[in-house]
Antibody, heavy 120, light 107 residues
Framework: QVQLQQWGAGLLKPSETLSLTCAVYGDSISGYYWSWIRQSPGKGLEWIGEVNHGGSADYNPALQSRVSMSVDTSKNQVSLRLTSVTASDTAVYYC??????????????WGQGTLVTVSS | DIQMTQSPSSLSASEGDRVTITCRASQNIGSSLNWYQQKPGQAPKLLIYVASTLESGVPSRFSGSGSVTDFTLTISSLQREDFATYFCQQSARTPHTFGRGTKLEIK
């Protein structure tokens, strides 16, 4: 059974960089895409982007200028960086595996979520 | 971006009721529609993928249907553990987008 365990700083000041890591247990990160998704009361669920084991990434255009994702295959981990955060980046951040079947995809499973608050 | 519109935004029902939640896409997404259940303090959990395929371990009282732009999630006989928030999500095109959710509450 695949489990995703995520961690990172939960309180940031405006203009700082958000950094989260997601460790994958029970499966290799190779062969999959891994997504980051955030959830806030104001914006609901928002897809941030996804990255594969080779480092090929696709980002939400709304965040593309500030976001980067990377993988560490030796540690079976995926990471998210979001620069120049503001209060509007306050959200619960989730990592999730992207399951693919032919042309279809879905998110399963999800990490437990990390609340990130941006406040001065 | 493809907009996903869910209705209703909230719904009160009783155990044993049959409920239907609707999700409409702003453009043709074929069958690229997934449903998730989220309980307070937990991450979303996959229920249905590719519009109508039940995820392993999900009770058969859940079902999904639809294609192109109009989709439904039906719970045939509500159980206490089904009171939660439900989200639809399209995977036809990036950025992947979600509906705003339907909160199912006990009447």
């Amino acid at each position: 059974q695949v489990q995703l365990q995520q961690w990172g700083a939960g309180l940031l000041k405006p203009s700082e960089t958000l950094s989260l890591t997601c460790a994958v247990y029970g499966d290799s990160i190779s062969g999959y895409y891994w997504s980051w998704i955030r959830q806030s009361p104001g914006k609901g669920l928002e897809w941030i982007g996804e990255v594969n084991h080779g480092g090929s990434a696709d980002y939400n255009p709304a965040l593309q200028s500030r976001v980067s994702m990377s993988v560490d295959t030796s540690k079976n981990q995926v990471s998210l960086r979001l620069t120049s955060v503001t209060a509007s980046d306050t959200a619960v951040y989730y990592c999730a595996r992207v399951q693919v079947l032919e042309l279809f995809g879905w998110f399963d499973p999800w990490g437990q979520g990390t609340l990130v608050t941006v406040s001065s | 971006d493809i907009q996903m519109t869910q209705s209703p935004s909230s719904l009160s029902a009783s155990e044993g009721d049959r409920v239907t939640i609707t999700c409409r896409a702003s453009q043709n997404i074929g069958s690229s529609l997934n449903w998730y259940q989220q309980k307070p303090g937990q991450a979303p959990k996959l229920l249905i993928y590719v519009a109508s395929t039940l995820e392993s371990g999900v009770p058969s009282r859940f079902s999904g249907s639809g294609s192109v732009t109009d989709f439904t999630l039906t719970i045939s006989s509500l159980q206490r553990e089904d009171f939660a928030t439900y989200f639809c999500q399209q995977s036809a095109r990036t950025p992947h987008t979600f509906g705003r959710g339907t909160k199912l509450e006990i009447k």
